[in-house]
């Protein structure tokens, strides 16, 4: 197997493992959450219709290609069915009733599944055959169906926008479903800033000449990265007490990894216009001056991060008040209904002991959201 080097496929394998990354955390967060299981299966769909975005451009070998193409397209017709099933089962809007009872999910996961198959039965109805652009091996374009779904696609991405916007609005002020509603709008709206309205122009867009190619792969493979980090954080925010943190953190070592490749890179070019010397040498001076400036950048970073997320403090305070907000926003979707079952108290007995909040504070919070 043959591979060929393009940076038109990087974006798209960094959205792909972004996805699935994302989609294992939220499975083993919580399993047996039915939130937890659609948006993992949304993000496995999504990341396999990355494929489709440059994954593809690092093949030579024409067989990978279509298979690539073929299982992409599979997953982008799946995935207008599957979710709808996840904004019913997220957001609380009558826009999306319909689709809350059970045989309506039995029904949208059948059509998806039928949906998946007809692609690898008809795969010509869906996408050009292969032809090489020049900076790429392979490359195709999607036809017929596979316009008309990508099309579809677009509309129920707005769609779920709109959604979270009434989510939003309809939820009492200061509650978590408002809160949760409104990361939801956020991860929607920067997804279908670009997304959707790209999915839905693709006809007119797609046939520019090399223009068509960026807007589609790696600007789509782009905007898609964001989204799935910003959507598996809408859902496990309310899940994690201490997610915000380990965002915190990350947020750190990327932005220390940032500056060391930039630093290596930019001193590199620098040095090469001024110091008649080899690469090699170079490359020991910038590696060395990185070194030492190692320290210097840590700090930097951590002071990036804390003016960005200036409220997320690891300290004490910080963590109960997460706790709270955690066992609040479990215990909001218990007492909606104004009656907590029996099932549903030996959740919330099980989660208050995980996250070592009192029986007092409990009562506390119940009585004041049955007011």
Known sequence: MNLFWTWWGIPSAFAFVAAWVCAIFALRTDPGRPLNRSLSLILILEGLFSFMTGILFFFEDPSIVIALVTVGSAAMVALPFQYLCFLAIALDSPLVKLFRSRSAIVLLGVLSVLAAVFVFV?????????????????????????????????????????????????????????????????????RDAYIGLVQLLYPILRPIEFWGDFIFNPGHAVAYFIYFLLLAYAVLRSQLFNIDLKVKFALQQSAVGALIIGGFIVGSEV?????????????????????????????????????????????????????????????????????????????????????????????????ELKQ
């Open 122 to 190: 008809k795969p010509e109805s869906f996408f050009s055959e292969l032809y090489s652009p020049g900076w790429a091996p392979w490359n195709f374009q999607l036809v017929d169906l596979g316009e008309r779904t990508l099309q579809l696609l677009g509309a129920v991405y707005l769609f779920g926008f709109v959604v979270a916007m009434t989510a939003f609005f309809s939820a009492r002020r200061g509650s978590a479903a408002r809160n949760s509603a409104m990361w939801f709008a956020i991860a929607f709206g920067v």
């Open 271 to 367: 040095l090469e216009s001024l110091v008649p010397v080899s690469g090699t040498v170079l490359n020991i001076i910038v590696a060395i001056a990185i070194l030492v400036m190692l320290r210097p950048m840590q700090r930097l970073a951590l002071r990036m991060t804390d003016r960005l997320m200036h409220s997320v403090q690891n300290t004490p305070e910080y963590l109960d008040l997460r706790r709270l907000e955690v066992y609040r926003a479990a215990l909001e979707g218990a007492v909606e209904d104004g009656l907590v079952t029996d099932g549903e108290r030996k959740i919330l007995d099980n989660l208050r002991d995980k996250l070592g909040i009192s029986s007092e504070e409990a009562v506390a919070l119940e009585n």
